[in-house]
């Protein structure tokens, strides 16, 4: 059941927790910056049911970034035909392709770097356990098909995967290869076992 925002006293409630992250949502899609106080206007919030819900404005942006992640992972596996390693990596691409070409990332990582960085990579973070959560799962779900044997640990290769893509769509610029997707996908392969014309 979503949470309502209870208002004053006597005063029906005026929105909910999910339809803040909709909003937020919403605008971060859009390219613009995440403002928790025009949020809590436009909804009709007090400042303090934002707060309540989200504590801070990068825990809103965690949780805004890290539904629409999740989302993108499974709309990318359920659009990928086939099984196995080779299905994997084309999600894996799709994923990396979309996350690379994202103007809500984009416009985050332009305005505020190391915000977004911190909230994008740190793995006591909200983003990154979420994204990698969801790597793992459709990992465990070709093997439970007993279409994939994955060389180590479902968790230890979604991280690894997840991390790769960190660094080659948003983090090393320092070495050339940021927004490389071209590289990545040759390293992927290479990690998920699928050889590559």
């Not at 605008?27 to 436009?42: E, S, T």
Request: glycine share 8%; with cysteine; aromatic share 4%.
């Amino acid at each position: 059941m979503p949470q309502l925002a209870t208002g004053r006293p006597g005063r029906p409630a005026a929105s909910t927790r999910q339809a803040a992250l909709a909003l937020a949502q919403e605008r971060f899609l859009a390219g613009d910056r995440i403002d928790v106080q025009a949020i809590a206007r436009d909804l009709g919030l007090a400042r303090a049911t934002m707060h309540r819900w989200f504590q801070t404005r990068d825990a809103l942006l965690g949780e805004t970034i890290a539904v629409l992640a999740e989302w993108r992972v499974a709309a990318a596996r359920s659009a990928t035909p086939g099984s196995g390693a080779v299905a994997l990596l084309a999600t894996c691409d799709r994923i990396n392709r979309e996350f690379a070409g994202s103007h809500g990332l984009r416009a985050l990582l332009m305005q505020e770097h190391d915000r977004a960085l911190r909230i994008l990579t740190s793995s006591g973070g909200i983003v990154q356990p979420r994204v990698v959560a969801a790597v793992e799962r459709i990992i465990n779900e070709e093997i439970a098909a007993g279409s994939f044997a994955s060389p180590v640990a479902p968790g230890v290769l979604a991280y690894s995967i997840v991390r790769l893509g960190e660094a080659f769509i948003y983090n090393d610029a320092v070495v050339g290869i940021k927004g490389d997707v071209e590289r990545l996908l040759e390293v992927e392969a290479a990690l998920l076992g699928v050889t590559r014309p």
